[in-house]
């Protein structure tokens, strides 16, 4: 018998997002974004926090090798969202804009410091049961969460991704 905690949701229908606040590819504010608008795409999301040492130092430079191995695979669809579970003062709407520009990456990215209903924490988050950040999420073209967590093996998640076409 397997006694591993395990967090997340793998194997479920992906939940819808319910990020209000987004920047496009360029940094630039744009309208809700929604898992529908990459219908029959791989979707990849990456949780983090602007204060979150291990998201600078693993998540993402992660984040960018993949990208920059996927960038020619249309098939592939990568977002980032901020994921506000404290430190809302320091993790906040300007800093996804300062660190997508750090890092180059030229995805969309949301910030998600919740709401009354959450209680003020990320509802990315709580409909992910993610254990913190960094954090990774693969959805893939029918909407099933097929991986969540925060142990990635950078190389085979792109020779994975590579193989979706």
Partial sequence: MNNEIKYGIDGFKAHELEVDHWVDANGKPTESINLSHYDGKFKVIYCFQSWCPGCHSRGLPALQEMTKALKNNDSVAFLA?????????????????????????????????????????????????????????????????????????????????????
Avoid at 89 to 98: A, S
Avoid at 149 to 154: E, G, K, R, T, W
């Fill in 81 to 165: 969202v901020q994921t506000v579970f404290e430190g809302h003062h320091e993790n906040t709407f300007d800093k996804i804009m300062e660190i997508q520009e750090k890092y180059g990456l030229e995805i969309p990215f949301g910030h998600d410091p919740g709401d009354e209903d959450s209680h003020n924490r990320s509802k990315v988050m709580q409909h992910y049961r993610t254990g913190g950040t960094p954090w990774f999420i693969f959805i893939d073209q029918n909407n099933n969460v097929v991986f969540n967590d925060f142990h990635l093996n950078v190389e085979k998640a792109i020779e994975f991704l590579n193989t979706i076409a």
